[in-house]
C-alpha cells in the first residue's frame, strides 16, 4: 500500500512562489511515476505536471516555463516549485503515483494524496 501526503500550501500574492512537497510511503518509491493534478472551484480536475523515475518530466501547457517538478530518493519526496503565480493557479493540488508510465490522465494513477489549498491573491 503507497500513502501520499502533501504539504507546501498557503496564500500568495500574484507573482509569488511556493514550493509543494509530496511525501510517499508504503511502497518501493524509486518504481513508481508521480503527478501532479489541481481542482479549481466549480471547474474539472486537471493536470499539471509528471515525472518518472526513469523517464523525463512532462508540463500542462498553462504552467509550462513557471512550474517544476522534481524528487529527492533519499527523502521519498517529490516537489513542485511554482513561481510567477498567477489567480487563476488557486486550486487544490494533490499528487498521485502511478504503477507504470505516467501521463496526463487520472485514469493512469493508482495512489492519490488528500491535497493541499493554494490561494493566488490579486
Known amino acids: 500500500q503507497v500513502q501520499l501526503v502533501e504539504s507546501g500550501g498557503g496564500l500568495v500574492q500574484a507573482g509569488g512562489s511556493l514550493r509543494l512537497s509530496c511525501a510517499v510511503s508504503?511502497?518501493?518509491?524509486?518504481?513508481?511515476?508521480i503527478g501532479w493534478f489541481r481542482q479549481a472551484p466549480g471547474k474539472e480536475r486537471e493536470f499539471v505536471a509528471a515525472?518518472?523515475?526513469?523517464?523525463?518530466?512532462i508540463y500542462a501547457d498553462s504552467v509550462k516555463g513557471r512550474f517544476t517538478i522534481s524528487r529527492d530518493s533519499a527523502k521519498s519526496t517529490v516537489y513542485l516549485q511554482m513561481n510567477s503565480l498567477k489567480p487563476e493557479d488557486t486550486a487544490v493540488y494533490s499528487c498521485?503515483?502511478?504503477?507504470?508510465?505516467?501521463?496526463?490522465?487520472?485514469?493512469?494513477?493508482?495512489?492519490w494524496g488528500q491535497g493541499t489549498q493554494v490561494t493566488v491573491s490579486s
Open positions: 498521485a503515483a502511478s504503477r507504470r508510465r505516467v501521463g496526463a490522465r487520472t485514469s493512469e494513477y493508482d495512489y
Open positions: 508504503g511502497g518501493t518509491f524509486s518504481t513508481y511515476g
Open positions: 515525472m518518472s523515475w526513469s523517464s523525463g518530466n
